[in-house]
């Protein structure tokens, strides 16, 4: 299939341009005839560049003018036209005159979404396909941005709780460079000539400063090396299996990790069920939607053993990382018709594990840091001033 641009003329006079996929331009051609279009012209498009996904801020706004649209009864092809005059990107607003050509061609919603999915989030289409046939699309897409703006918060807050250890110990770093390049150097004019009659605190601190700019050098390759394998694993999923194993293992920033990837997991499928999915369906968009492994793994197994006529609580007894509770949660909510709302709540619970061991991630590490960097300090002090300490003991006796 190849893309062609193409000028017609509708059955009322008006001009129109747009693509669409097509074997040929003669299929084409026949394609916008069956559409009750008269062909001018119908050309193979150029080849372009794969476009990047929009940007969370700009969905979550471009989305929420959707559902005022679609809540207000206006036909979204003359929405989509007014959403263009308050939109700021380019890349943006051209893609929304792209919707509108299409569904002013004649194109469906879900079509013209689907299209252009690697543009939106994973669940996009299959929300808007929901929206529609159930008539909800306003409410559907008010749910979505709810969603949205829930994952981005947890989403940040677990990037606070890692990116927060990691400042630290760089301050911590730049800190013990500075005391021993540009403050124990001094010292050994004065501590030079003494040799062995030093202590060996004092000595052992020299030899440090001696080498302390090879040692962050060498710190740094490390690191760098370390970075360069952690960007090569994501290529494989055995790789990124393996990341997230690693990262689910650390001490409380695991569980911040854990529970905010189930945070995201749970609230994907109460927005899915609320669309009328089935849940082996929900199960794999919800866990692509998430973006991990470990846990498109684990809802694959679960919807294998669901479509295989099991009760969901048997399902997961395979998994590790997807709790029971998730699973006797799910079926007591569908055995009492309220899937949605506990899964609501299971989402909300996540979140507030992953807020309150973020919380204690920065309470007992901030006084660790301290301890570490204080005792760093101490240790180049007692180190630089016991010669002195002694020979003063010595002049006074």
Not at 23 to 31: H, K, L, M, V
Not at 88 to 112: C, F, M, P, Q, Y
Not at 225 to 246: D, M, P
Not at 254 to 281: E, F, K, N
Request: with cysteine; aromatic share 6%.
């Amino acid at each position: 299939m190849a893309t062609f641009e193409y000028q017609a003329v509708t059955r009322g006079g008006r001009m129109m341009k747009g693509t669409l996929e097509a074997a040929s331009a003669t299929q084409a051609g026949e394609i916008l005839s069956e559409m009750q279009l008269t062909v001018n012209t119908v050309e193979k498009a150029p080849r372009q560049r794969p476009a990047s996904r929009i940007g969370r801020n700009e969905f979550l706004l471009f989305n929420q003018q959707l559902a005022s649209i679609a809540k207000a009864g206006i036909p979204l092809e003359r929405g989509l036209r007014e959403l263009t005059a308050d939109i700021e990107s380019k890349s943006l607003r051209k893609l929304v005159n792209e919707l509108a050509d299409d569904l002013e061609s004649g194109t469906s919603i879900e079509d013209a979404f689907d299209k252009r999915r690697n543009m939106f989030p994973p669940l996009y289409s299959h929300i808007l396909q929901a929206g529609i046939k159930t008539g909800r699309l306003g409410e559907m897409l008010t749910s979505l941005n709810h969603h949205i703006e829930a994952t981005n918060t947890t989403r940040r807050i677990v990037m606070e709780a890692i990116s927060y250890p990691l400042v630290v110990l760089s301050l911590a770093a730049v800190l013990s460079l500075l005391i021993f390049k540009f403050v124990v150097v001094h010292f050994r004019a004065i501590l030079g000539n003494m040799g062995e009659y030093l202590p060996r605190i004092t000595r052992f601190c020299l030899s440090i400063s001696d080498h302390i700019v090879e040692f962050w050098i060498w710190v740094g390759v490390l690191i760098a090396a370390f970075i360069l394998i952690w960007l090569l694993l994501k290529n494989f999923r055995s790789g990124r299996l393996l990341q997230e194993a690693f990262l689910m293992k650390l001490p409380v920033l695991g569980r911040v990790y854990h529970r905010g990837l189930l945070g995201r997991l749970t609230d994907s499928i109460a927005l899915l069920v609320g669309a009328g999915c089935d849940m082996p369906s929900c199960l794999r968009l919800s866990a692509g939607a998430t973006g991990s492994e470990t846990m498109i793994r684990e809802s694959e197994i679960i919807a294998r053993h669901l479509e295989q006529g099991e009760n969901i609580v048997e399902a997961g007894m395979g998994c590790s990382k997807i709790p029971p509770l998730l699973m006797y949660s799910m079926q007591l909510g569908a055995q009492r018709n309220e899937l949605q709302d506990n899964l609501y709540s299971l989402s909300e619970m996540y979140a507030q594990q992953v807020r309150t061991n973020q919380a204690r991630l920065q309470a007992f590490l901030m006084p660790i840091m301290l301890i570490a960097v204080g005792l760093s300090i101490a240790f180049v002090v007692i180190a630089m001033f016991m010669p002195m300490v002694g020979m003063m003991n010595a002049v006074s006796k």
